[in-house]
T-cell receptor
Framework: DTGVSQNPRHKITKRGQNVTFRCDPI?????LYWYRQTLGQGPEFLTY????????KSRLLSDRFSAERPKGSFSTLEIQRTEQGDSAMYLC???????????????FGEGSWLTVV | QKEVEQDPGPLSVPEGAIVSLNCTYS??????FMWYRQYSRKGPELLMY????GNKEDGRFTAQVDKSSKYISLFIRDSQPSDSATYLC????????????FGTGTRLQVFP
């Protein structure tokens, strides 16, 4: 396995449409994270999973956003009724252990760019 | 006020220069500190991890933490054009937390 894989890499959608992004983490990693990054800003935490359980959600994750990780493998992030403010890069990451622990490197994917027109 | 502040740059330096990148933070509870490098249109990659005040060196990179001043730095020696990227500081509250708080990033350009 060469790393965290995200699809699609780019998505242009009309306002009001639904979009779904997929993330395939590094195979042995039990932790999976979603972050959002806008131009000129650092990544902002959205949510994370330990195996299939979603353990924390940011207030940034409005009710139009939903993330799943069935069977503790790949994950999907769906945005319903997209708005122009949702335009951003959505980053997926995975790790073996907690983000704060030495040796538990969080590996990021290359991101999925969303443009809402 | 953001929890973590970083000068956005761009910082432009000649090849071979020593680069200093800095972050300040407001929450004294932050315990673990990281520096990530992000090339254009790519995901961030971890460069350095530190958890105590003082210096940590890895090749051309040195990370410095001053918890009393709530200030962290990354020094790059003998900078190369390939170092041109955005450098993000990140931090967490505890050993077993899973949420990273990132700075806004500093864009670095190293010209030949």
């Amino acid at each position: 396995d060469t790393g965290v894989s995200q699809n699609p890499r780019h998505k242009i959608t009309k306002r009001g449409q639904n979009v779904t992004f997929r993330c395939d983490p590094i195979s042995e990693h039990n932790r999976l994270y979603w972050y959002r990054q806008t131009l000129g800003q650092g990544p902002e935490f959205l949510t994370y999973f330990q195996n299939e359980a979603q353990l924390e959600k940011s207030r940034l994750l409005s009710d139009r956003f939903s993330a799943e990780r069935p069977k503790g493998s790949f994950s999907t992030l769906e945005i319903q009724r997209t708005e122009q403010g949702d335009s951003a890069m959505y980053l997926c990451a995975s790790s073996l252990g907690p983000a704060g622990a030495s040796g538990n490197t969080i590996y990021f994917g290359e991101g999925s760019w969303l443009t809402v027109v | 006020q953001k929890e973590v502040e970083q000068d956005p740059g761009p910082l432009s330096v000649p090849e071979g220069a020593i680069v200093s990148l800095n972050c300040t933070y407001s929450n004294s509870a932050f315990q673990y500190f990281m520096w990530y490098r992000q090339y254009s249109r790519k995901g961030p990659e971890l460069l350095m991890y530190t958890y105590s005040s003082g210096n940590k060196e890895d090749g051309r990179f040195t990370a410095q933490v001053d918890k009393s001043s709530k200030y962290i730095s990354l020094f790059i020696r003998d900078s190369q054009p390939s170092d041109s990227a955005t450098y993000l500081c990140a931090m967490t509250l505890s050993y077993n937390t899973d949420k990273l708080i990132f700075g806004t990033g500093t864009r670095l350009q190293v010209f030949p």
